[in-house]
């Protein structure tokens, strides 16, 4: 098996950008457990670029924003929260 081109890899993408959203059936302990992991990876900017950084900052912050209500789930939204700033590591 020979590895892909990268302009076939792009133009994949492409396609893959055009295509419908999919529906995910996630159970709200993984994804929480998913936007803390985004979070800790975001505080090593050397380990990935800042645009991935900062691509998967906003998407777990839109998680976190549309799963993990205030008004529904306050705690786990506070917590959330928390993780972004600083002032909170240990």
Known sequence: MT???FEKFKEEMAAI???????LDVPRPLIFSMIS??????????????S?????????????????DA??????AQLLEMGWNQEYDC
Not at 17 to 23: M, T, W
Not at 52 to 68: G, K, N
């Open 3 to 5: 590895n892909p081109s």
């Open 17 to 23: 950008g055009r295509a419908e959203s999919v529906l």
């Open 37 to 50: 992991t985004v979070q800790l990876a975001s505080r090593h900017p050397a380990a990935l670029s800042s």
């Open 71 to 76: 008004d529904r789930f306050p705690v786990a």
């Open 52 to 68: 991935t950084v900062q691509e998967a900052v906003e998407l777990a912050r839109q998680w976190q924003q549309l799963i993990f």
